[in-house]
């Protein structure tokens, strides 16, 4: 164990899985990067955008099974190519996502206008306030999870710290026995556990840990766990 307490903290920090916090995190900063990126893109087609006609090619729907419907409805998402010529000459092809009410009112060979960034005609605003809603909805991603990550860093950091705590303040070493060793998900899990034996005895849970951490173990075998300061922990989500 490092003798440094910010190192201390570290381990303890991604012991307690405190790493699961900076998925969000890393996912909400990617959305408001993104936010970003269209902000300006919308700054520079106001500046500097030119219209000019673009017809429509294809039209597109896909069909996504709503997870969180028990009769197992689908959502509908729709979407457009097009192309279009830019000041040069190049043919220019691109395909956005519209509402359903965009979609029902336009047909494959329509033609519409259009704004585009002649520097980058990649940056091309199908009708107005398009870059600008999706600005919007970028930020406001980004932000809700951004702020999931955060609770998560705090709530994991709490937790390091009442470990690191914990670790200074052990009073007794207790038997304890393996009472459910879950096998989903894969990949990582907790294992719940009992002080002594019996029906009515205090149980425990270790922390989230990678699944080699309980390797050899099944229900009903002996392991260890210890009281503290801080309540009960199993000995091995402690000692690092």
């Known amino acids: 164990m490092p003798s440094n307490p910010f190192l201390q903290f570290i381990r303890f920090f991604l012991r307690v899985?405190?790493?699961?916090?900076?998925?969000?995190?890393l996912i909400g900063i990617s959305a408001s990067v993104s936010?970003?990126?269209l902000q300006l893109d919308l700054a520079a087609l106001n500046k500097n955008g030119v219209e000019t006609i673009a017809q429509i090619t294809?039209?597109?729907?896909?069909?996504?099974?709503?997870t969180n419907s028990a009769s197992g409805n689908t959502s509908s998402h729709y979407s457009i190519s097009f192309t279009f010529s830019t000041l040069g000459g190049a043919i220019q092809s691109?395909?956005?996502?519209?509402?359903?009410?965009?979609?029902?009112?336009?047909?494959?060979?329509?033609?519409?206008?259009?704004?585009y960034l002649p520097t980058n005609p990649?940056?091309?605003?199908?009708?107005s306030g398009e870059l600008a809603g999706k600005s919007?909805?970028?930020?406001?991603?980004?932000?809700?999870?951004?702020?999931?990550?955060?609770?998560?860093l705090v709530f994991y950091g709490r937790t390091a710290l009442t470990a690191?705590?914990?670790?200074a303040h052990v009073?007794?070493?207790?038997?304890?026995?393996?009472?459910?060793?879950?096998?989903?998900?894969?990949?990582?899990?907790?294992?719940?556990?009992?002080?002594?034996?019996?029906?009515?005895?205090?149980?425990?849970?270790?922390?989230?840990?990678?699944?080699?951490?309980?390797?050899?173990?099944k229900r009903t075998d002996k392991t260890r766990a210890v009281e503290t300061k801080y309540g009960t922990y199993w000995a091995d989500d402690l000692f690092l």
């Open 17 to 25: 899985s405190g790493w699961i916090a900076l998925i969000p995190l």
């Open 35 to 37: 936010a970003l990126r």
């Open 58 to 66: 294809a039209m597109h729907v896909t069909e996504s099974k709503n």
């Open 94 to 115: 691109q395909e956005h996502k519209i509402s359903r009410t965009y979609y029902m009112s336009h047909a494959i060979g329509d033609t519409l206008s259009i704004r």
């Open 122 to 127: 990649k940056v091309a605003e199908l009708y």
């Open 136 to 152: 919007i909805g970028a930020q406001v991603v980004g932000g809700a999870i951004s702020l999931l990550g955060i609770l998560l």
């Open 164 to 167: 690191m705590r914990a670790r």
């Open 171 to 217: 009073t007794a070493e207790l038997e304890a026995y393996v009472t459910h060793r879950p096998k989903w998900p894969p990949l990582m899990n907790r294992m719940t556990y009992q002080i002594g034996l019996g029906k009515s005895v205090p149980t425990g849970k270790t922390f989230i840990r990678f699944t080699p951490s309980f390797r050899g173990l």
